[in-house]
């Protein structure tokens, strides 16, 4: 199995084989949250008017996503676990759209299989690539705004191939290392209040959920159980 660490949204477009598309903060946890409450489906998109015209189309489907960051104004949810982690989702489709995660998925057209990446479903992850034996798996950092790297999506890529090959990397080593960069400070500041505290603790809850999520292509791709 060939692994290749790709970044950004070039790094999207690139992804060949089984592509990971990693976004920790904030939209592939916020998935897996969402997921894990019920929703049937997720559907991801890039554009904001998109979504609100799948909601015309479909007014029972529920919108939730950010631009730059902050919540988008008409979204049922903006892009954080926090505000998701206790909402029953049951049967619900969800459609998602954010400035990283969504946008990679989108632009990872010639890779033949996409799954998503984020820490709280890594193991599940990796299991699912070691059980698929991929000839290549491409491990797409998404960062912020898919244009800057950031370290919490470098490091999930590392954590995530080092369980491939059956390694133990040291989790509490990297989520320290989060931790004190601007990518993880800024959950504790008061002045971006858009980055709550509760997300970078939900974000950093290793393996809290027991499967992979990756795209369902058709029509209408949509995020599902692997």
Known sequence: MEIRRLRLLEGARQATGTAVIIDVFRAFTTAAFV??????????V??????FRLRELHPSWIIMGEQHGE?????????????????????RT????????????????????VLLGSFVIAEATANYLRLRKSDTVSLVSMGWEGRYDAIEDELCAEYIEARIR????????MRARIRASSQGAKFFDPG????????FYLAMSLDRFGYALKVVRGDLPFLARA
């Open 94 to 113: 969800v459609v998602q759209r954010t400035s990283s995660g969504t946008q990679g998925i989108i632009l990872a057209r010639d890779a033949d299989e």
């Open 166 to 173: 059956g390694e133990k990397p040291d989790f509490e080593e």
């Open 35 to 44: 997921m894990a409450n019920g929703a049937e489906r997720i559907i991801p």
């Open 71 to 91: 919540p988008i104004p008409g979204f049922d949810y903006g892009n954080s676990p926090a505000d998701v982690e206790h909402i029953d989702f049951t049967g």
């Open 46 to 51: 890039a554009g904001i008017d998109e979504a």
């Open 192 to 199: 971006q209040s858009h980055f709550r505290e509760r997300d």
